[in-house]
């Protein structure tokens, strides 16, 4: 598989030597194999050298001439916020690699992207009636910015026609696996193990919602709000608290969180219950009550989906990160 590796200037660091580095592994395990699968990884750029998000230079090669690739693969960019990940996408640099993807995706070329570089991906019009997921904490501005693309920020990987998106700053391992997977499952898997990776099928459990909702001023006391009533939460008494409709209500935090407010105080419910199991000895029945259900087995069941971890890993997280 010949794999096109397109940086642009300010690209994320981590990102790219992961994608680098988790080939490279694939490629010196799978050549023990009986039937060696290969990826001829080539770093490309619009100019003859990138400069990297941290200041280090890489040579590149020159994005004229040389085969077609089976895929283009874009690392993110090292913007970490609204402001910069704006003022990246406004960058000339940008606009040309937009036209780039647009001419491999019409010959049929395979596109991926990992966290802010979905935004890269977006602006060049590919993305385009497709779905897609991104650093989860920029989901509102992207859902913002691009309207025609359906997000699913919950999920770690998202293939859509011959488009390849992950999600936040390290989802550019399960990108690289996932490249690596479609060759050989048997190569992915070792690699991985290699590489001591666990699959994150879901970016769910590592998303803060508050984090979120200051995208919108009405979303933001809504969040707030809801905090304090997660036991007696009625949709009606949380559009009243904030001075709006429940209809206004809906389509704001629609808007900013691409969700319903049942669904986000579903988030919340389960982030003020992992906090609990993780910080109290409180049984999962009383942590129920506390956030609004009527019995531990219901908690339980939404948080190994929302999470993939069940209660015992859960409360065994706290003290792996004290």
Not at 181 to 202: E, G, I, K, N, Y
Not at 207 to 225: N, T
């Amino acid at each position: 598989m010949r794999i096109q590796v397109l940086v642009l200037d300010g690209v994320f660091d981590s990102g790219l030597a992961v994608i680098l580095d988790t080939f490279e592994t694939a490629n010196a395990l799978a050549a023990h194999a009986r039937k060696p699968t290969r990826f001829d990884v080539t770093i490309t750029g619009l100019r003859r050298t990138v400069t990297t998000h941290q200041g280090l230079k890489v040579p590149v090669v020159p994005l004229d001439g040389g085969p077609r690739p089976d895929v283009v693969v874009v690392p993110a960019l090292g913007a970490k916020t609204l402001d910069t990940i704006t003022a990246a996408l406004a960058r000339r640099d940008v606009a040309e690699t937009g036209e780039i993807l647009r001419h491999w995706a019409a010959k049929g070329v395979a596109i991926a992207g990992a966290c802010t570089a979905t935004f890269v991906l977006a602006a060049s019009g590919i993305l385009d009636g497709g779905t897609a997921t991104t650093t989860w904490w920029l989901s509102p501005l992207f859902r913002e910015r691009f309207p025609a693309i359906e997000l699913d920020e919950s999920q770690m990987i998202v293939e859509s026609a011959a488009v390849v998106t992950a999600g936040a700053a390290l989802a550019h391992v399960d990108l690289a696996l996932w490249l690596v997977r479609r060759q050989s499952p048997a190569l992915a898997h070792v690699t991985a193990r290699h590489l001591v990776f666990d699959a994150r099928p879901s970016q769910a459990a590592y998303a803060m919602p508050d984090h979120l909702v200051h995208a919108d001023p009405v979303v933001e006391r809504f969040e707030h709000w809801a905090r304090r009533h997660l036991a007696d939460f009625t949709l009606a008494c949380g559009a009243r608290a904030v001075g709006t409709s429940e209809r206004t209500l809906e389509r704001r935090i629609r808007a900013v969180l691409g969700r319903s407010p049942l669904a986000f105080v579903q988030d919340l419910r389960v982030e003020q219950a992992v906090h609990r199991l993780q910080t109290s000895k409180d049984t999962i029945d009383e942590i129920a009550a506390l956030v609004g259900y009527q019995d531990g087995a219901t908690l339980r069941a939404l948080l190994r989906k929302k999470t993939g971890r069940g209660l015992r890993e859960l409360r065994a997280l706290a003290f792996a990160v004290r």
